[in-house]
Protein backbone atom coordinates (compact mmCIF):
# COMPACT_ATOMS: atom_id res chain seq x y z
CA UNK A 1 0.00 0.00 0.00
CA UNK A 2 0.93 3.59 -0.45
CA UNK A 3 -0.02 7.23 0.65
CA UNK A 4 0.14 10.00 -1.34
CA UNK A 5 1.01 13.33 -0.07
CA UNK A 6 1.40 16.99 -1.75
CA UNK A 7 5.01 17.53 -3.07
CA UNK A 8 7.07 20.05 -1.01
CA UNK A 9 10.42 21.89 -2.96
CA UNK A 10 12.54 19.84 -0.50
CA UNK A 11 10.92 16.49 -2.65
CA UNK A 12 12.06 17.80 -6.11
CA UNK A 13 15.61 15.93 -6.39
CA UNK A 14 13.94 12.82 -5.50
CA UNK A 15 10.61 12.95 -7.82
CA UNK A 16 13.71 13.91 -10.60
CA UNK A 17 14.95 10.64 -9.84
CA UNK A 18 12.41 8.37 -9.65
CA UNK A 19 10.65 10.10 -12.83
CA UNK A 20 14.06 9.54 -14.51
CA UNK A 21 13.99 6.01 -13.62
CA UNK A 22 11.16 5.32 -14.49
CA UNK A 23 10.96 7.34 -18.55
CA UNK A 24 14.67 5.90 -19.20
CA UNK A 25 13.47 1.96 -18.29
CA UNK A 26 10.52 2.77 -20.56
CA UNK A 27 12.73 4.35 -23.23
CA UNK A 28 14.95 1.21 -23.12
CA UNK A 29 12.15 -1.23 -23.08
CA UNK A 30 10.49 0.59 -26.16
CA UNK A 31 12.63 2.49 -28.04
CA UNK A 32 15.98 0.97 -27.73
CA UNK A 33 17.27 4.11 -26.08
CA UNK A 34 19.29 4.44 -23.31
CA UNK A 35 17.44 7.62 -21.71
CA UNK A 36 14.44 9.56 -23.04
CA UNK A 37 11.65 11.37 -21.30
CA UNK A 38 9.05 13.50 -21.37
CA UNK A 39 10.25 17.37 -20.85
CA UNK A 40 11.84 18.58 -17.44
CA UNK A 41 11.32 14.95 -16.53
CA UNK A 42 15.17 15.01 -14.92
CA UNK A 43 15.16 18.57 -14.14
CA UNK A 44 15.07 19.22 -10.06
CA UNK A 45 13.79 23.28 -11.25
CA UNK A 46 10.84 21.84 -12.97
CA UNK A 47 9.50 20.02 -10.26
CA UNK A 48 9.61 22.56 -8.73
CA UNK A 49 8.09 24.66 -10.65
CA UNK A 50 5.31 21.95 -11.29
CA UNK A 51 4.58 22.21 -7.99
CA UNK A 52 3.74 26.04 -8.19
CA UNK A 53 1.50 25.44 -11.57
CA UNK A 54 -0.36 22.23 -10.33
CA UNK A 55 -1.22 19.95 -8.08
CA UNK A 56 1.87 17.66 -7.50
CA UNK A 57 1.75 14.23 -5.59
CA UNK A 58 4.20 11.91 -4.49
CA UNK A 59 3.42 8.79 -3.58
CA UNK A 60 5.16 6.93 -0.81
CA UNK A 61 6.19 3.51 0.05
CA UNK A 62 8.25 2.99 3.83
CA UNK A 63 8.36 6.75 3.78
CA UNK A 64 10.37 6.84 0.41
CA UNK A 65 9.13 8.46 -2.61
CA UNK A 66 8.46 6.29 -4.87
CA UNK A 67 6.55 7.64 -7.77
CA UNK A 68 4.48 11.23 -8.10
CA UNK A 69 1.76 12.23 -10.18
CA UNK A 70 0.64 16.00 -11.43
CA UNK A 71 -3.10 17.01 -11.75
CA UNK A 72 -4.13 20.48 -13.41
CA UNK A 73 -7.57 20.98 -12.26
CA UNK A 74 -10.04 23.44 -13.74
CA UNK A 75 -10.81 26.63 -11.24
CA UNK A 76 -14.40 24.72 -10.30
CA UNK A 77 -12.55 21.36 -10.48
CA UNK A 78 -15.32 20.08 -12.58
CA UNK A 79 -12.81 19.34 -15.20
CA UNK A 80 -9.04 17.28 -14.69
CA UNK A 81 -5.80 17.14 -16.37
CA UNK A 82 -3.50 14.43 -15.42
CA UNK A 83 -0.27 15.53 -16.52
CA UNK A 84 1.95 13.27 -15.16
CA UNK A 85 2.39 9.84 -13.55
CA UNK A 86 5.20 7.68 -12.60
CA UNK A 87 5.84 5.07 -10.59
CA UNK A 88 9.76 3.58 -9.78
CA UNK A 89 10.20 0.87 -11.79
CA UNK A 90 11.10 -1.12 -8.74
CA UNK A 91 7.90 -0.63 -7.09
CA UNK A 92 5.30 -0.94 -10.62
CA UNK A 93 2.84 -4.08 -11.25
CA UNK A 94 1.88 -3.92 -7.52
CA UNK A 95 -1.40 -2.39 -7.88
CA UNK A 96 -0.07 1.08 -7.18
CA UNK A 97 -0.97 2.97 -10.21
CA UNK A 98 -4.50 1.38 -9.25
CA UNK A 99 -4.32 2.86 -5.59
CA UNK A 100 -3.15 6.52 -6.81
CA UNK A 101 -5.86 6.94 -9.64
CA UNK A 102 -8.50 5.94 -6.87
CA UNK A 103 -7.04 8.47 -4.75
CA UNK A 104 -7.46 11.17 -7.49
CA UNK A 105 -10.85 10.40 -8.54
CA UNK A 106 -11.65 10.05 -4.83
CA UNK A 107 -9.54 13.87 -4.20
CA UNK A 108 -11.56 15.41 -6.73
CA UNK A 109 -15.10 14.61 -6.47
CA UNK A 110 -16.25 17.20 -8.74
CA UNK A 111 -14.47 16.21 -11.52
CA UNK A 112 -16.35 15.13 -13.90
CA UNK A 113 -13.93 14.77 -17.08
CA UNK A 114 -10.59 13.63 -16.68
CA UNK A 115 -8.01 14.11 -19.69
CA UNK A 116 -4.33 12.44 -20.40
CA UNK A 117 -1.87 12.03 -23.19
CA UNK A 118 0.67 9.49 -23.52
CA UNK A 119 3.14 8.72 -26.45
CA UNK A 120 1.53 6.21 -28.71
CA UNK A 121 4.68 3.84 -28.50
CA UNK A 122 3.37 3.08 -24.65
CA UNK A 123 1.76 0.59 -24.78
CA UNK A 124 1.42 -0.68 -21.21
CA UNK A 125 0.05 2.90 -20.53
CA UNK A 126 -2.49 2.68 -23.34
CA UNK A 127 -3.75 -0.76 -21.36
CA UNK A 128 -3.78 0.82 -17.67
CA UNK A 129 -5.90 4.17 -18.67
CA UNK A 130 -7.98 2.07 -21.00
CA UNK A 131 -8.51 -0.66 -17.89
CA UNK A 132 -9.46 2.24 -15.54
CA UNK A 133 -12.41 3.71 -18.24
CA UNK A 134 -10.13 6.03 -20.13
CA UNK A 135 -10.87 6.22 -23.47
CA UNK A 136 -8.52 7.57 -26.40
CA UNK A 137 -10.06 10.59 -28.32
CA UNK A 138 -7.29 11.54 -30.43
CA UNK A 139 -3.96 11.61 -31.80
CA UNK A 140 -1.45 14.77 -32.14
CA UNK A 141 1.57 14.09 -33.89
CA UNK A 142 4.90 15.90 -32.96
CA UNK A 143 7.11 16.78 -35.49
CA UNK A 144 10.07 17.54 -33.36
CA UNK A 145 10.42 14.14 -31.88
CA UNK A 146 8.73 12.36 -34.47
CA UNK A 147 6.41 11.02 -32.37
CA UNK A 148 2.90 10.61 -31.96
CA UNK A 149 0.76 11.13 -28.32
CA UNK A 150 -2.35 9.78 -27.67
CA UNK A 151 -4.90 11.65 -26.14
CA UNK A 152 -7.34 10.49 -23.51
CA UNK A 153 -10.82 11.04 -21.75
CA UNK A 154 -12.32 9.73 -18.66
CA UNK A 155 -16.40 11.08 -18.22
CA UNK A 156 -18.58 10.58 -15.42
CA UNK A 157 -18.66 8.93 -12.09
CA UNK A 158 -15.11 8.47 -11.44
CA UNK A 159 -14.35 7.07 -7.49
CA UNK A 160 -15.14 3.70 -8.64
CA UNK A 161 -13.15 3.70 -11.84
CA UNK A 162 -11.39 0.33 -12.17
CA UNK A 163 -12.55 -1.25 -9.06
Known amino acids: MVSFELSQPQDAAALANVQKRTFDDDARR ?3 KDEDGPPGY ?11 QGHYYKLLKDDGIVGGMII ?40 KRWTLDTPSWAVRNHHFYEKHGFIRIGEIYDAESSQSIWEYERTGPLAEAGR
Open 42 to 52: DSVPWQAEQMQ
Open 30 to 32: YQN
Open 72 to 111: FPSSTEEECHLGRIFIDPLYQNQGFGHEALHFLFVQYPAA
